[in-house]
């Protein structure tokens, strides 16, 4: 990757369309998206469903390319990629947590975390070492033997961004990492990503409906049929 120009966004989105199906039955789930994100943001995306929101999410995660327009990440245009290329991109610069926390269930804890370094063929050594420092990062130090059955609900999604951050990403991508959790437990997770966002200077790109969850964001961004309806600071959030 080419280092971005000064004073250039770290993610920028132009006229990004997203159209699924042909004829008839073709849906545009994006309709011209223009969306400009700065390194150390960190900003949430809501809207109803349908609105746009996840296929935004996925397209800017790499997980799906749009029909036209241009993503740029430092100044790359991701479009232009193949799928390899692609996936070097997510591999090394992008982290992801679900909602529903997609860990493995007959792997322990510590297994789960190196998952991602063993893709990119690090050492057992430093799979260990990198694993151990992610679950202490996220509170969990000690916990990495346990199975996924043996963690609560809020233990398992810390895992699931242990795992997400291993790699040391530019952009931490989170799916509605609340929504399986009660409000306690969801508010612990907010401050966590808070933290890794005020701390580690990690990008966070959240996708939320609650917005009490979206309250923790520098901005929010609200979709609204497939368009960016309103982006306000929160400061300015109605």
Known sequence: MSEREQGAPLIELRGITKTYGHGQAAFQALRGVDLRINEGEFVAIMGPSGSGKSTAMNTLGCL????????????????????????????????????????????????????????????????????????ASVGLEGFGHHGPSELSGGQQQRVAIARAIVTRPTVLLADEPTGNLDTRTGNEIMELLSGLNRDLGITVLMVTHEPEMAAYAHRVIHFRDGRVERDASNGERA
């Open 64 to 135: 799906d390319t749009p029909s036209s327009g241009e993503y740029l990440f430092r100044g790359v245009h991701v479009e232009q990629l193949d799928r390899n290329q692609r996936a070097l991109l997510r591999r090394h610069y992008l982290g992801f947590v679900f909602q529903g926390f997609n860990l493995l269930s007959r792997t322990s804890a510590q297994e789960n975390v190196e998952l991602p370094l063993l893709y990119r063929g690090e050492t057992t050594v430093a799979r260990h070492a990198a694993a151990r420092e992610a679950l």
